[in-house]
């Protein structure tokens, strides 16, 4: 049996929300791991909508219909079932489940020149970055607007989002544990900073401007205060 859950589960953040794909093995032990890396996460997948990808699977009503159940119970909800089995799209179909995504716009990636001053390098972008944009940089990132499902930031230094953070970003990609990242709304897909990666908490009342940072091995959430010398 696979116990490598890194094997067993990859999680995308797509325009509609999550796209879990489940790897080979025996069904019960994809839906235990699933079921586990939901519940050790709570937070993060907390009011996620979900499309699950079961590839080979062949699942009857009883376990799909089972584990849409399962994961009500943890706040979040499937509304897609991809397979590459007609009677498991069949299935899906009858109990209301979609079995298509979106079709995805092309990926739009800027990347930046290499600049000749020295001091840290940032690349600066007045825009709203929408679904389907990438944005992968050697230094840090700096964003007025707002990051969208969808898009994605991958920076080897800090990423400062002067608008709400609802996609994904990899600050600190290159291993830079130092690296923050700051936003004015936090409520991200996902957020990594070197190999460390965050589960955002429930909000609780209005947004405020958070900076996220690496403590202790920890992925801390701070108020994001504004002060003379930095951060």
């Known amino acids: 049996m ?7 589960i990859q999680i995308k953040g797509i325009k509609e929300g999550l796209l879990i794909t489940l790897g ?3 069904w019960p032990d994809l839906q235990k791991a ?6 050790e996460q709570a937070g993060f997948f907390q009011g996620a909508k979900v499309a699950l990808d079961v590839g080979n699977h062949i699942l009857h009503a009883a376990e799909m219909g089972g584990l ?7 706040g979040v909800s499937l509304w897609a079932i991809l397979s590459n089995s007609p009677l498991t799209e069949k299935t899906a179909q009858v109990l209301g489940l979609a079995t298509r995504l979106a079709a995805p716009k092309p990926e739009r990636i800027i990347r930046a020149i290499k600049p000749d001053l020295d001091g840290e390098a940032a690349i600066f972008i007045h825009r709203t970055l929408r679904s389907g944009f990438r944005v992968i940089y050697q230094g840090s990132v700096v964003v007025v607007g707002d990051v969208n499902p969808g898009a994605e930031i991958i920076a080897a230094g800090s990423v400062v989002i002067w608008g709400r953070l609802r996609g994904v970003v990899h600050a600190g990609a290159e291993g830079d544990e130092k690296a923050v990242v700051c936003a004015l709304d936090l409520a991200p897909m996902q957020l990594r900073i070197a190999k460390f990666v965050a589960v955002p908490p429930k909000r609780k009342g209005k947004p405020q401007p958070e900076i996220v940072h690496i403590i202790n091995n920890q992925v801390v959430a701070d108020p994001w205060e504004f002060r003379e010398g930095g951060l």
């Open 34 to 39: 699933l079921l586990e890396h939901i519940n």
């Open 24 to 26: 080979e093995g025996e």
């Open 2 to 8: 696979v116990t490598d859950r890194k094997l067993l």
């Open 68 to 74: 849409r159940d399962q994961l009500s119970g943890t």
